[in-house]
Nanobody
């Protein structure tokens, strides 16, 4: 049973950077896909990024492309989301996800709040 626990959220100013971590427990397939989604109150859930184990394939949502980077450290059983050039509109709750196929939505973490002030 895969479990995901996010950490690293917080309050930053516009233009700054923040890195989210997702600790992974349980066994995953060699081609398992990890992802990040975000959602703010009253808004639809938005896809942020995805990463496939093995091939290291990555895919990003249009609103974060070029600013965010998803990666995985297998030795630490952790998935990262490096967020640069943050904007106030990036203020949302960020969720780590996992799945056997794309889009990775089989498993969800509890979420971590990211707030960006102007």
């Amino acid at each position: 049973q895969v479990q995901l626990v996010e950490s690293g959220g917080g309050l930053v100013q516009a233009g700054e950077s923040l890195t989210l971590s997702c600790l992974v427990s349980g066994r995953t397939y060699s081609s398992y896909i990890f992802g990040w989604y975000r959602q703010a109150p009253g808004k639809e859930r938005e896809f942020v990024a995805a990463y496939r184990q093995g091939t290291r394939w990555t895919y990003y949502g249009d609103s974060v492309k070029g600013r965010f980077t998803i990666s995985r450290d297998s030795a630490k059983n952790t998935v990262f989301l490096q967020m640069n050039s943050l904007k106030p509109e990036d203020t949302e709750v960020y969720y780590c996800t996992g799945g056997k196929s794309y889009p990775p939505q089989d498993k969800w973490g509890q979420g971590t709040q990211v707030s960006v002030s102007e």
